[in-house]
C-alpha cells in the first residue's frame, strides 16, 4: 500500500468516528490535504450533533481581571506586572469587581471570566471571599474561571492541598474552571516559554482533581511559541488520557500565540492554516471531548468562519472586556450582530448557549435578531457608564 493511501485510510477511520493515535494523528496533522483534514473532522462534528448539526453556539461574557500584578513571569505574557512595579501594577477592589458584573447581566451576558496574576498575597480566602460576593449579587452569572495553575497557586499561598483549595471555591461559588494555563503541556515547549509554572503533568493532575471534586473544566492549547507539530499533538494525547479517565473537559480551544510586548523573541506565530489543521485535528483526536471552539480573538472573523467547516461547532463568546491577550497584540473585535451575522454566511444557525452549552436563544429568524448594539466586545470600563478606567485599558481603547 502507498504512503498516500495509508493516510487515506487512517482519515477514513477518524472521519467514521474511529480513534486514531498520536502517530496517526501527527501524520494527519503534518501531510493530510487541508481540505481533506477539515471534511473529516466536520463529518465527525455532524454526527456528534445530529439533528442540531445546523446550529453553531457563542456566548456573552466578560473577563473581569482583578490584578495584574503576578510573580509567575510567563514570557510569553504582555499583561502581567512583577509584584515590584508599582507603576505599571495594579489590583481592581470589589466594588469595582461588583459593578462589572451588574453591567454584564443588564447586557445579557450570562458568563464572568475571573482572570488576573498569581498574586502573591492572593490566597484562597481572597478568590472565597469574591467568588461568594459575586455569587450573593448576581446568583445568575456563572462564574467560569481560573485554571489549574491559580488553585496551585493559591493552595500554596493558604498552606492547604489543591483539593482543599477547589472545594472551598467551588463551595463560595466557582462553577467551573475555564482551563486557563495550560498553555503548552510538554516539558520542553513549557519551560522555555513558562519556567516557573507548574509541570503540565501537575496541572493535568489538578484538573483531574477538579473533575473528580465534580468541577468541570475546559481546556486550552497556546499555538506558535515555537514547539513542534510533535508537541502539539502530545499536548493532545495528555488531554485525551485524563478525559478517558475523568470527561470533565467540556471542551477544547486552541488559540494561537500573540507576539507584542512580551518577553518572547524571535518567535514564529501559528500560521491560519496551521490553527486550522489543529481545530481539524483536535475533532478527530479528542474523540471523548465534546466541543471545540473556533476563536476569532486571535485568528480574525474570516477565520473564525472556516473554523466552522473543520470541526469546530461554537465561535466562543462576545467578550464584553479582555485585556489579556489584547495586550499581547489581538486586535480583533466583534459586537453581538456582527458574530450572528459571521455564523449565518458560514451556513449555520447562530444560537446564544450558556456555559454549560445549552441552546439559550436560536436566532433563526433574522428578523428577530437582537438590536442592542452596546453588546460589544473589547468595550473598555470607560466605555461603559460609571466605569474607571486603569492605564493599559486607555491603551487598549486608544487601539
Ligand atoms: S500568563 Fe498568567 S501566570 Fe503567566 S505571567 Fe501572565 S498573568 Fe502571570
Redesign the pocket.
Known amino acids: 500500500m502507498t504512503e498516500k493511501a495509508d493516510l487515506q485510510s487512517v482519515l477514513d477511520r477518524a472521519a467514521g468516528g474511529g480513534r486514531i493515535t498520536p502517530e496517526e494523528a501527527l501524520v494527519l496533522y503534518r501531510d493530510a490535504p487541508l481540505h481533506a483534514l477539515g471534511a473529516a473532522a466536520d463529518a465527525v462534528r455532524r454526527r456528534k450533533y445530529a439533528g442540531i448539526e445546523h446550529i453553531a453556539t457563542y456566548i456573552i461574557e466578560r473577563n473581569i481581571n482583578y490584578t495584574n500584578v503576578?510573580v509567575?513571569?510567563?514570557k510569553f505574557?504582555a499583561?502581567?506586572a512583577a509584584p515590584k512595579d508599582t507603576a505599571k501594577g495594579w489590583t481592581r477592589d470589589l466594588d469595582d469587581i461588583l459593578r462589572r458584573c451588574a453591567e454584564t447581566v443588564e447586557l445579557g451576558g450570562t458568563q464572568i471570566m475571573f482572570q488576573?496574576?498569581?498574586h502573591p498575597d492572593y490566597g484562597v480566602e481572597y478568590y472565597e471571599k469574591h467568588f461568594k460576593a459575586i455569587k450573593d449579587a448576581y446568583p445568575q452569572l456563572v462564574i467560569h474561571s481560573l485554571g489549574a495553575?491559580e488553585v496551585e497557586h493559591m493552595a500554596r499561598i493558604s498552606g492547604v492541598s489543591v483539593e482543599e483549595a477547589i472545594t472551598r471555591i467551588h463551595e463560595a461559588g466557582l462553577d467551573s474552571f475555564a482551563g486557563a494555563?495550560a498553555e503548552l503541556l510538554p516539558e520542553r515547549p513549557r519551560k522555555a516559554i513558562?519556567p516557573l509554572?507548574e509541570s503540565g503533568e501537575r496541572w493535568l493532575e489538578i484538573m483531574e482533581a477538579a473533575h473528580k471534586l465534580g468541577v468541570e473544566s475546559t481546556s486550552t492549547m497556546l499555538m506558535g511559541t515555537g514547539e513542534t507539530n510533535a508537541e502539539r499533538i502530545e499536548h493532545l494525547r495528555m488531554i485525551r488520557d485524563v478525559q478517558d479517565r475523568t470527561g470533565g473537559f467540556r471542551a477544547f480551544i486552541p488559540y494561537t500565540y500573540q507576539p507584542e510586548n512580551n518577553h518572547l523573541k524571535g518567535r514564529t506565530q501559528a500560521t491560519l492554516f496551521e490553527y486550522l489543521r489543529m481545530i481539524a485535528i483536535a475533532r478527530l483526536f479528542l474523540d471523548n471531548v465534546q466541543h471545540i471552539q473556533g476563536s476569532w480573538l486571535t485568528t480574525g472573523k474570516e477565520v473564525g468562519q472556516l473554523s466552522l467547516h473543520y470541526g469546530a461547532d461554537d465561535l466562543g463568546s462576545i467578550m464584553l472586556e479582555e485585556n489579556v491577550v489584547s495586550s499581547a497584540g489581538a486586535k480583533h473585535r466583534s459586537n453581538r450582530l456582527e458574530i450572528i451575522d459571521l455564523i449565518r454566511k458560514a451556513g449555520r444557525v447562530p444560537a446564544q448557549r450558556a456555559t454549560t452549552y445549552e441552546h439559550l436563544l436560536v436566532h433563526d429568524d433574522p428578523a428577530n435578531d437582537p438590536v442592542d448594539d452596546r453588546v460589544v466586545s473589547h468595550i473598555s470600563s470607560t466605555a461603559i457608564e460609571g466605569g474607571t478606567a486603569h492605564p493599559e485599558l486607555k491603551l487598549l481603547t486608544s487601539n
Open positions: 503576578c509567575t513571569a510567563c505574557c499583561f502581567y488576573g496574576g498569581h495553575s494555563g513558562a509554572k
